[in-house]
């Protein structure tokens, strides 16, 4: 490894600045522990998307699922790591940083770059506040429908009452505040999936279990789309792009503790991703949903697992879906509360706590709002995910690691890290392909305030 590098100019993020900055005082105070931040990593990376990992598999067979599924975990483990490294190197020089885009903008230099990431960032987590709460209707209509078969609410109310709740959530004025919530979407994580794992077992191992098929596609240019697509739904599945928000949440010094909370976060991806994935490609093979449960309750017979079994399993869903959407607001809400925060009057006092409830209640209503009006939102979020995600996750930390370590070119670990750059924009690229044909070809489903969420 090379020497480090010495800053080149005077820091623009001084702590006098700092103590100043309503969005870094209130929303990403600095008082939590390593564990506490893997509460927040493990809700920020480990969510219902996990349920979508054996239609991933689908694309690509056992072999190069588990191939893809292991590479993914060790490379986004090393590439979150080296952004850890990179901010205790910052701190140890005397330059805190506490979000993303400041990071980006001080180690490489460029006043661009601070807008590419906000810009990234906030369709990110805009994207994940309409997602989950998409997600979170969608769990209520199906608990509704099988209480009520005939019942005559549709889709848009169900956002509507997950949007209620949410806003009143919003109102926890810190991501520190998260923790608790944060640990009980830890378990809430290893509920469902042990859940649905227990599920697949029991409709695999039934008297007529679903007819398996582990074939791929028979045209050699469909496998190959077909893979790059599971590629990029993997990557999208292991991202969180929020990382130095996370660990600006630790009380200083930050040094070490992150490595600690990822250790935390990756001993649960572990644990639910490889057991969902094997669990539900096993049963259903090249016919499992995008979302498995759908599988394990098809609109056609029976239940292939007792009721009360995937009952329990969505309602954990829907809980966890309240976690993730308070997590991945947190950027809007620093970046709002920056403005419109008065950092010499009390957190609770009228001053700021009116504004507050006032802007926040705006930024819910807005995401429940497009998740109503665009239930097919599901293929929108592909694309976001492949052009947002990869850049944040996959390309940026090897970035800035060989900006701020300056490794040897000659080195064993600058040459990884280029080839990870490369590797990967190549996957995003091709991904951001899949996910717009995927939205293309879907077009003809789309129906504005549907009650049907677009597959």
């Known amino acids: 490894m090379g020497s480090i590098a010495e800053p080149l100019h005077v820091d623009p993020f001084s702590e006098q600045n700092r103590e100043e900055d309503a969005g870094a005082v209130f929303v990403l105070e600095s008082k939590g522990t390593w564990w506490h931040a893997g509460f927040h990593l493990t809700t920020a990376i480990v969510g219902p998307t996990i349920l979508t990992l054996p239609y991933a598999f689908r694309g690509l067979g056992w072999g190069l699922g588990f191939l893809c599924l292991t590479t993914m975990g060790l490379v986004t483990f090393y590439s979150y790591y080296l952004m850890s490294k990179v901010l205790d190197h910052c701190e140890k020089a005397g330059r805190r940083h506490i979000r993303f885009r400041e990071l980006a903008a001080d180690v490489l230099g460029s006043g661009w770059m601070f807008y590419f990431v906000i810009v990234i960032q906030a369709a990110i987590n805009t994207g994940v506040g309409i997602g989950a709460i998409l997600l979170g209707g969608e769990c209520l209509q199906i608990m509704y429908s099988n209480l009520f078969p005939n019942g005559s609410l549709k889709l848009y109310e169900f956002i509507a009452m997950v949007t209620a709740v949410m806003i009143v959530l919003s109102q926890l004025p810190t991501f520190h505040s998260l923790r608790h919530i944060n640990l009980v979407s830890l378990f809430l994580s290893l509920g469902y999936t042990f859940l649905v794992v227990g599920a697949c077992i029991h409709a695999g191992t039934s008297k007529h279990p679903p007819p398996r098929d582990y074939s791929l596609e028979a045209s050699e240019s469909a496998r190959v789309f077909n893979a790059f697509t599971s590629i990029s739904i993997i990557a999208a599945i292991f991202g969180n792009g929020i ?134 939102f599901g293929d929108i979020n592909g694309v976001v995910g492949a052009i947002g995600f990869i850049p944040l996750d996959f390309i940026l930390p090897m970035l800035l690691y060989n900006m701020t370590y300056k490794p040897p070119r000659s080195s064993l670990m600058y040459w990884i890290n280029i080839s990870i750059i490369i590797v990967f924009t190549g996957a995003g690229i091709m991904g951001a392909f899949s996910s717009i044909r995927k939205l293309i070809l879907d077009a003809y489903k789309f129906k504005l305030f549907s009650s049907d969420v677009v597959d």
């Open 243 to 376: 990382l130095p928000e996370i660990q600006a949440t630790l009380a200083p010094p930050a040094t070490g503790k992150m490595v600690k909370g990822l250790l935390m976060c990756y001993t649960v991806i572990f644990v639910t991703f490889y057991s969902a994935a094997v669990a539900g490609y096993w049963v259903f093979g090249n016919e499992s949903s995008s979302n498995i449960l759908k599988s394990l309750m098809p609109d056609e017979g029976p239940s292939l697992a007792p009721t009360w079994v995937l009952g329990l399993a969505v309602i954990f869903v829907l809980l966890q879906l309240f976690a993730i959407g308070l997590v991945y607001s947190q950027v809007a809400y620093e970046i709002m509360e920056k403005k419109s925060a008065d950092v010499n009057q009390g957190l609770f006092s009228k001053r700021n706590l009116i504004p507050r409830i006032i802007l926040r209640s705006l930024y819910m209503i807005f995401c429940g709002f497009m998740a109503a009006m665009l239930p097919f």
